[in-house]
């Protein structure tokens, strides 16, 4: 999996936007960015996950460079329960591969304060 | 909708002792993955299990061993525990062809070794 970079933590103001970023330099053509986020001792969760194209769901929008080597996960109205060390995995995806397992490494804690 | 399910959520053994956690997917996924969170560090990918099979390996101890059984759980099976091997052990499952992968991970078992 190619290394990622994030800022190690971040505050977020309750109510606004949290944009969290993310430097994947190294990616591949056929790896995917993905964001995972742990609250406080609970299992991590899925939240998006892109190619190229910018991404949106439920949960959040994921902004990916048109050269594929940053992206920027975007919470649009982050609340306290968005409290969470968020991750910015980029990995192979679907399909019969070994490799599957996730790699977490220096994600980013993020603060939401009211 | 049916989550992940890990048993026990707590576990307090004495160093040399054995332990057994247990793991239940979500029904239909036939891939099982282990990861192993210590204190203040990010989650570490244990071992997998793709169809009853390891799949890939991680850094898993030798006194450490897994296996997912014909219903699809998976236990992980720990020996001669040591103070170190006190963490938070999440499993995740997911189904291996499905498009994009994504793990859902349980709320994870706390082993304290005493």
């Known amino acids: 999996d190619a290394k990622t970079t994030q800022p190690t933590s971040m505050d977020c103001a309750e109510g606004r936007a949290a944009n969290l970023p993310c430097n994947h330099s190294?990616?591949?053509?056929?790896?995917?960015v993905y964001w995972y986020r742990q609250i406080h001792s609970q299992g991590p969760q899925y939240i998006i996950h892109?190619?190229?194209n910018n991404e949106t769901n439920e949960m959040a929008s994921l902004i990916i460079t048109e050269d594929r080597k940053s992206s920027t996960l975007i919470l649009p109205h982050a609340t306290l329960r968005d409290t969470a060390v968020y991750y910015c995995?980029?990995?192979?995806?679907?399909?019969?591969?070994?490799?599957?397992?996730?790699?977490f490494g220096g994600g980013t804690r993020l603060m939401v304060k009211p | 909708a049916a989550g992940v399910i890990q048993s026990p959520r707590h576990l307090i053994k004495e160093k040399r002792e054995t332990a057994t956690l247990k793991c239940y997917p979500i029904?239909?996924?036939?891939?099982v993955y282990w990861y192993q969170q210590g204190p203040g560090q990010d989650p570490q990918f244990l071992i997998s299990?793709?169809?009853?099979?390891?799949?890939d390996k991680g850094s898993i101890p030798d006194r450490f061993s897994a296996q997912q059984f014909s219903d699809y759980h998976s236990e992980l099976n720990m020996s001669s525990l040591e103070l170190g091997d006190s963490a938070l052990y999440f499993c995740?499952?997911?189904?291996?062809?499905?498009?994009?992968?994504?793990?859902?991970f349980g709320p994870g078992t706390r082993l304290t070794v005493l």
């Open positions: 190294t990616i591949s053509g056929n790896e995917y």
């Open positions: 995740a499952s997911s189904l291996r062809l499905a498009a994009y992968n994504e793990q859902f």
């Open positions: 299990f793709y169809e009853k099979m390891q799949s």
């Open positions: 892109g190619l190229k």
């Open positions: 029904p239909r996924h036939d891939t």
């Open positions: 995995i980029v990995r192979v995806a679907g399909g019969n591969n070994a490799g599957n397992m996730l790699t």
